[in-house]
Structures are given as structure tokens and as C-alpha cells.
């Protein structure tokens, strides 16, 4: 029904409005300046300010012609099954097959917090049932499950889609039924080159058991870029987005264990003055000077990411794909800030990895068993 999106570079993608922007506006000139240099697919995280994922998905939609447009990520507490699948529904027509619906699990504390279920394994495998059948016009009667109980479950009869599901996040459990479940993943921020080979590998183990063709599943790489920026611009994208990972109790504890990092430098890390004086998250409210004296509680080691001029950044983008990665989200950057090292990336670009690849950011369900 659609033709396949082939950009320049299929193999890479970048997280839209990153940090804690004010303006969503925004999105609309960096989807446009990435489909202008190549980029692939464009990920949009959710936020209860001025992040609401159907609204700005629709308007990149709208203002882009090949991109591939992903939520990276919703979840399946936050709206009813078929608002979900009429999104879903929906933003595939508008962007006449370019969008991909990305699942996160969150962490257990918040659910509560919020006064609602965690999000189980179960759960996860009923949700993405219902919505791979409501996007073929099936009429779900009497489910009763996991999800709770809905006497009918539709959409519209006539609707036949193909939407890839992505699983966002990390974890070992996590990754395994993600290959058995999902059409790809987006893999966390921060994390080494063990640590992302491993979570490649763990992804890889279940497609094995699952209903994938094994190796057909595509990992994404997110990965923090900061080329030629200053010191005030890398402690807000850098230090700051992973200090505040780092302060999430259960959240920042896995991403140590992933990447087998000491957790007593972590407890250290959230007891310092540095960190309890700032009074909430640091990537909301610290200050520069605060930030400067975070990033002294956080080891060298801890801070995987693409730093320095755009050929250094550009060599790191390729360690990614030396680790196991299908692909790259590049994250805390603009197009406009990142330009530079795509220009280098594609004198060194391994190309003979992509070849004959689109912009569709996991497997078709015909590569299903």
C-alpha cells in the first residue's frame, strides 16, 4: 500500500526535542533538517508538559515526506487499548506508513505511585495482541485478562496495518521477551560496549524461542552525541541527563548493573552534597554551577557517549555498530547540532552493512514465524 522509505542513511535516527524543551514547535524544523541530511527515522519521547506523543507524531507526519516517526516511548497504562490503536491506526494513514509505535515498562515505583499496575510481561504480550489484531479490522469480544476486562475491543472492520512495535528500554529479562514479542528495540542511553553487546545478544536468545526469524529483529544503539559544544551545553545533555538516571531509585540501579559499574559509587553518587542540594530531578531544575558540581561524583568511565569534534564523534558512532547495533539513535542533539558529524560519518560509513535497508525501524510481521 505504501512504497518503502529508503533515506540516505536508514541505519541512523535522532531523539526529537531533546531535553526539556518549552517550545514543541520545534519539532517541526528538526524533522525537516534531518530528512534534509539523510536521517532515517526521528524517536519522540513522552512528557506530561508539552510532549503529548499522538499530537507532535501527527505533526511531523505532516511536515515530512520519507522519515520514519516512532514513539520512544508511550506505554500501555496511559490510555485505553483502542485509543492506543486508533492512534496507531491513525498516524500510520496520516504518514502513509511511516510510523512505529514504541512500548517502555517504566519502573514499578512510579506505576504505584500513580495508582496503577506495574506493567508485567504478561501484560506487555496481551497489549501488543490486541493491537496487532485491532489493526486487521478483528472485533475482540469478552477479553478478560491481564489488561482487565473489556467487552469489545475494535477499532474498524476494514482496517488491514502493518505497524512494526518497539520495545524501549533495557534489562535482561526485559531484552529476551522483547525478541520474542516485539519487532525491535531501542536499547538505553549510557550504556558500554559490553553492555550493548550484551543486551544485543540477550535480544538475539528471544528470537530463538519466540516467533521471529532469528536475527531479523533490528537493535537501536542511543547514543549521546555532543560535537564541538561547550562546557555549559555538555554538562545540560550529558552530565545532566545521566545524573538524573542515575538519581531514579531501581532505574539508575539497572543501568549500573548492565553496564557492571560499582554500586557503592552509586549510592555515593545519590548521598553527595552535590546531588541532595539540588532539591529534584537535575535535569529539570540544577543549575549550571550545580551541574559542574555533579559531574565531579560521576566516574569517567561512566559516561559513554560521542564527544569532541565531528570526526571523533563520528569513529564513536561506528564503535556502536563493532558492538552489535542495527542502528543509531542519536541523542541529546539537534539536526542542526549533529550535521557536522554526519558529513564525516559518511566518508567512513560501513555501507556495505546497509544495503538494500529502509527506514522501517523493526521487521515485518511477514518475517514472523
Same mark, same amino acid.
Given at each position: ?8 542513511? +536508514? ?202 526469524? +532469528? ?83 560521576? +566516574? ?49 560509513? +560501513? ?19
Amino acid at each position: 500500500m505504501y512504497p518503502d522509505y529508503q533515506s540516505k542513511f +536508514p541505519e541512523l535516527g535522532f531523539y526529537g526535542l531533546p531535553g526539556h524543551t518549552r517550545s514543541p514547535r520545534d519539532i517541526l524544523k528538526q524533522a525537516q533538517d534531518a530528512e534534509t541530511l539523510g536521517i532515517g527515522n526521528i524517536m519522540i519521547s513522552e512528557r506530561p508538559d508539552y510532549k503529548e506523543i499522538a499530537a507532535i507524531c501527527g505533526a511531523v507526519a505532516a511536515v515530512t515526506d520519507e522519515i520514519f516517526i516512532g514513539t520512544s516511548a508511550t506505554n500501555l497504562n496511559k490510555r485505553h487499548p483502542t485509543v492506543t490503536a486508533s492512534i496507531g491506526s491513525t498516524l500510520h494513514r496520516l504518514s502513509e506508513g511511516r510510523f512505529a509505535l514504541g512500548l517502555a515498562k517504566g519502573v514499578a515505583f512510579g506505576w504505584k505511585a500513580r495508582g496503577m499496575q506495574a506493567i508485567t510481561y504478561e501484560r506487555e504480550r496481551e497489549f501488543i495482541d490486541l493491537m496487532r489484531r485491532m489493526w486487521t479490522g478483528e472485533r475482540i469480544t469478552g477479553y478478560d485478562g491481564s489488561l482487565g476486562h473489556y467487552p469489545v475491543l475494535s477499532v474498524a472492520d476494514y482496517l488491514d496495518e502493518e505497524l512494526p512495535i518497539l520495545y524501549v528500554g533495557f534489562g535482561s529479562r526485559s531484552l529476551e521477551h522483547a525478541g520474542q514479542v516485539y519487532d525491535g528495540t531501542h536499547l538505553h542511553t549510557f550504556m558500554n560496549d559490553k553492555a550493548l553487546s550484551d543486551s544485543v545478544a540477550r535480544v538475539r536468545a528471544g528470537e530463538a524461542v519466540g516467533s521471529r526469524e +532469528p536475527g531479523t529483529l533490528l537493535n537501536w544503539s542511543v547514543y549521546a552525541t555532543c560535537c564541538d559544544v561547550s562546557e555549559e551545553t555538555y554538562l545540560k545533555y550529558i552530565i545532566a541527563r545521566l545524573a538524573t538516571y542515575l538519581q531514579i531509585p531501581g532505574y539508575g540501579d539497572m543501568l549500573v548493573q548492565i553496564n557492571g559499574w560499582d554500586p557503592e559509587v552509586l549510592e555515593a553518587f545519590r548521598q553527595s552534597d552535590a546531588v541532595r542540594s539540588v532539591g529534584g530531578l537535575i535535569d529539570s531544575v540544577a543549575t549550571t554551577a550545580q551541574m559542574a558540581e555533579v559531574e565531579k561524583e560521576i +566516574p569517567e568511565e561512566w559516561r559513554p557517549a560521542a564527544v569532541g569534534n565531528a570526526r571523533e564523534c563520528a569513529e564513536a558512532w561506528l564503535t556502536q555498530f563493532e558492538a552489535g547495533a542495527d542502528g543509531i539513535i542519536i541523542h541529546a542533539s539537534t539536526p542542526e547540532e549533529f550535521a557536522p558529524v554526519v558529513e564525516e560519518y559518511e566518508r567512513i560509513r +560501513p555501507s556495505h552493512l546497509f544495503e538494500g535497508r529502509t527506514n522501517r525501524p523493526g521487521q515485518e510481521s511477514k518475517k514472523r514465524k
